[in-house]
Each structure stands twice: as structure tokens, then as C-alpha cells.
């Protein structure tokens, strides 16, 4: 399902160990993608990166490409502390936004 908004996303690795970031109108549709990709090129494929460990919504999808850009330059300790804000345990929230994600629109 699309929205006018925007979603932007961090994967990662079963050993956490990479952190993939993204942006999508369509988060359940874009995680689903990543995990049945069989684009043996792509990132995500390459290195395993099909957890979910964070999210946030924007109002327009042209803020949540400003938003993927600005988190793309940051160092990998100020993305670990943004992630460990709203999930500190790094839980993989593969499920989660499948059942909940856009109630929070």
C-alpha cells in the first residue's frame, strides 16, 4: 500500500554487524522485496542484510529522501545510538511492521 509520506529504514545483519539504509513510500512492500530478492548484486543479498531494526515515518517522500541522505553521512556509532533510541535491544522488527507500521500514519 503507498502513502504520500515517506519511510526511512535501517537494516542490518543476523550478527548486526552491517547497517543497510533505505527509503520507501511502502515499508511492508520494501521489506518483503529485501527478503525474497534473489538479485545475487544487490547490497542487501551480498551481505545478508534483512533485519529490520529501525523506522521512521516522514510526512513526504521527498523528507524521507533529505532524511536517508543525512543518515547515510553520519559515522556508524551516531546511527547506533539513533537505533538503540527507539530499539534499544535491536530487536528485528521484520514482523512488527508487517502488523503494525501503518497505524502510524
Known amino acids: 500500500m ?4 515517506g519511510f526511512v529504514y535501517i537494516l542490518t545483519n543476523k550478527n ?7 527509503v520507501t513510500s511502502d515499508l511492508k512492500g520494501r521489506i518483503w ?3 525474497n530478492s534473489n538479485n545475487r548484486q544487490s547490497f542487501t543479498f551480498r551481505y ?3 533485519y529490520l531494526v529501525y523506522y521512521e515515518f516522514l510526512d513526504s517522500i521527498s ?3 533529505d532524511r536517508e541522505k543525512q ?6 556509532e551516531k546511527k547506533e545510538d539513533l537505533i538503540n533510541k527507539m530499539n534499544p535491544t535491536w530487536g528485528f522488527l521484520n514482523d512488527e511492521v508487517a502488523e503494525d507500521v501503518y497505524s502510524l500514519i
Open 16 to 22: 548486526k554487524t552491517v547497517l543497510y539504509i533505505g
Open 48 to 50: 545478508n542484510v534483512l
Open 63 to 65: 523528507q524521507a529522501i
Open 33 to 35: 522485496e529485501h527478503m
Open 71 to 76: 543518515l547515510k553521512r553520519w559515522s556508524r
Open 2 to 5: 503507498m502513502y504520500k509520506g
